[in-house]
């Protein structure tokens, strides 16, 4: 049974690594949990984005679950809290190498940051949350890369179990191969979206936003760069430009 002891004596655990990272003078930090399995180019993938942290899009090898490795929006506390982004990424309706606020699972970390990381704060939370909100805390980017389906993941002893779970998803890996992303991109930067059709203006975002709110603009464009190929903008009318005789 998963409880606030055990998650304890996990994030202690990995907290060792970390410093064991560091002591072998290693350049990357891997972590891959037991009931994860992952393509053979996963590793070199990752490693050729060359970012702070990054993880593989994995999937649930459960029929209907929509579980995955990554939180698209975090509460308070830092745990999962739904948004229509999830699935976004998750059915891959938005592919790339996407900011995350958190990643787990499987996540390749780069040693130069480390330092500013840790599994344990001092209270009860999960490590990989307490992991992922040192990340935040320290203004260290996760990336999520769903350019395509890395893995699956199994389950072992819970209620998301799928008996042969192991055996379909290496079925499933064997049937896909390994597909390379990275031929000729450049390591130090995260790789492009994929080109995708222009939606019709019917169906795109519809953005209402004042002339003069110039700041919620640039805000919206920050935060969700990843929809603005279908995002369409119509300005406002300016109540302040209304003439209140002609109204009336």
């Known amino acids: 049974e998963w409880n606030e002891t055990r998650f304890k004596v996990l994030g ?3 907290n060792i690594s970390l410093r064991k990272t560091l002591e072998h ?42 579980y995955s490795n990554y939180h698209a929006e975090v509460d308070a506390n830092g745990y999962y809290q739904h948004c229509d982004q999830y699935g976004w990424v998750l059915n891959r309706h938005v592919r790339g190498v ?10 390749l970390v780069r040693a130069d940051v480390l330092t500013e990381l840790t599994y344990d704060d001092g209270t009860s939370r999960y490590e990989y949350v307490v992991f992922a909100d040192s990340a935040r805390r320290a203004g260290i980017v996760q990336y999520i890369d769903n350019r395509q389906v890395y893995g ?24 896909a191969g ?7 991109a450049t390591a130090s930067a995260p790789a492009p979206f994929l080109a995708r059709p222009e939606l019709p203006d019917s169906l795109k975002i519809h953005l209402i936003n004042l002339d003069r709110s110039v700041d919620r603009w640039n805000r919206y464009q920050s935060h969700n760069w990843h ?4 995002t369409a903008r119509i300005s406002a009318v300016d109540g302040t430009s209304l003439d209140r005789a002609a109204l009336m």
């Not at 996407?98 to 996540?107: D, G, Q, R």
């Open 227 to 230: 929809l603005m190929h279908n």
């Open 178 to 184: 390994d597909v390379p992303q990275l031929l000729g």
């Open 25 to 66: 003078n290693c350049d990357f930090y891997f972590v891959v949990d037991v009931d994860n399995f992952v393509r053979p180019a996963t590793l070199r993938e990752l490693v050729a984005l060359d970012l702070p942290i990054v993880a593989p899009l994995l999937r649930s090898i459960s029929p209907g679950q929509y």
């Open 152 to 175: 699956y993941i199994t389950f072992g002893d819970h209620e998301y179990h799928v008996s042969g779970g192991i055996e379909r998803a290496r079925e499933l890996l064997r049937d």
């Open 12 to 14: 202690r655990i990995r």
């Open 98 to 107: 996407i900011e995350m606020p958190l990643v787990h699972c499987t996540y």
